[in-house]
């Protein structure tokens, strides 16, 4: 990147926050893309106007959340670049977020619903022959008769992860798989309290079995109805009467 506009010297206050905002508006601008590197940071020193620790504590926390990527060396290509974040990278942020916020439930729900009938839409239109064996070999794993609730959980959620990843859209289903995997460990809580588990499990099978039929048959409205009645019925059924 060349040029300095933008980097004007911040009030001293807040110090590394108001680096990590500065170099945030300048990606929200336009004025830095994935690739660009920023500039060195004695230079950053001088045009923020704020500490050389002000500096690294910044630079470090962008690149723990994968929007940094540092480049050792003194040669042209050395620096720190800017790079897209991974979807592992969003996803935990907002699977942390969720469980820290501390949502209700059921706001929770909502949310699952809405998000999960959208890739469900998306998958029954955009699944490839690939997807719908995945989504397959899932189900033939779960079919198992006394599988462990553990196992079956994680089943459960790679079931719908899967389902989301089959409908191509990436933020869709980064944000699916967030919020799946955010009540990954309650739904454990609650399967290990339920007396007559073989009963739920088979409904369980049996409501995933109709969202793949769906997908397969390209219905998209059927595949969008059946995971959000699935997901609704379950919270109602199944998790408010063990919480």
């Given at each position: 990147m060349t040029g300095t506009a933008g980097w004007?010297?911040?009030?001293?206050?807040?110090?590394?926050?108001?680096?990590?905002e500065r170099?945030?508006?300048?990606?929200?601008?336009?004025?830095?893309r994935v690739g660009d590197r920023l500039p060195p940071e004695r230079?950053?020193?001088e045009l923020l106007g704020v500490s050389r620790a002000a500096i690294r504590e910044a630079l470090r926390v962008l690149e723990a959340q994968g929007a940094l990527r540092p480049r050792v060396g003194t040669g042209p290509d050395s620096g720190n670049v800017i790079a897209a974040?991974?979807?592992?990278?969003?996803?935990?942020?907002?699977?942390?977020?969720?469980?820290l916020a501390n949502f209700p439930l059921d706001d929770v729900m909502?949310?699952?619903?809405a998000l999960e009938r959208c890739?469900?839409?998306?998958?029954?239109?955009?699944?490839?022959?690939e997807d719908l064996a995945t989504l397959r070999g899932l189900l033939e794993r779960m079919d198992v008769p006394g599988l462990p609730r553990e196992e079956f959980n994680d089943l459960d959620t790679e079931f719908h992860v899967a389902v989301a990843e089959a409908g191509?859209?990436?933020l869709v289903a980064d944000m699916t798989i967030a919020v799946r995997n955010a009540v990954r460990h309650t739904f454990l809580d609650v399967f290990h309290r339920i007396e007559d588990w073989e009963a739920v499990a088979e409904r369980l099978r049996a409501d995933h079995h109709a969202v793949y039929d769906a997908i397969a048959?390209?219905?998209a409205e059927r595949a969008g109805d059946t995971v959000e009645r699935h997901i609704r019925a379950i919270h109602q059924d199944v998790i408010h009467p063990v919480l």
């Amino acid at each position: 990147m060349t040029g300095t506009a933008g980097w004007e010297p911040l009030p001293r206050a807040r110090t590394y926050e108001l680096v990590l905002e500065r170099i945030e508006q300048l990606i929200l601008d336009g004025k830095l893309r994935v690739g660009d590197r920023l500039p060195p940071e004695r230079e950053l020193v001088e045009l923020l106007g704020v500490s050389r620790a002000a500096i690294r504590e910044a630079l470090r926390v962008l690149e723990a959340q994968g929007a940094l990527r540092p480049r050792v060396g003194t040669g042209p290509d050395s620096g720190n670049v800017i790079a897209a974040m991974p979807s592992a990278g969003l996803t935990q942020f907002l699977r942390l977020h969720i469980a820290l916020a501390n949502f209700p439930l059921d706001d929770v729900m909502v949310a699952r619903a809405a998000l999960e009938r959208c890739s469900a839409q998306l998958a029954a239109a955009q699944a490839t022959e690939e997807d719908l064996a995945t989504l397959r070999g899932l189900l033939e794993r779960m079919d198992v008769p006394g599988l462990p609730r553990e196992e079956f959980n994680d089943l459960d959620t790679e079931f719908h992860v899967a389902v989301a990843e089959a409908g191509g859209n990436r933020l869709v289903a980064d944000m699916t798989i967030a919020v799946r995997n955010a009540v990954r460990h309650t739904f454990l809580d609650v399967f290990h309290r339920i007396e007559d588990w073989e009963a739920v499990a088979e409904r369980l099978r049996a409501d995933h079995h109709a969202v793949y039929d769906a997908i397969a048959a390209r219905d998209a409205e059927r595949a969008g109805d059946t995971v959000e009645r699935h997901i609704r019925a379950i919270h109602q059924d199944v998790i408010h009467p063990v919480l």
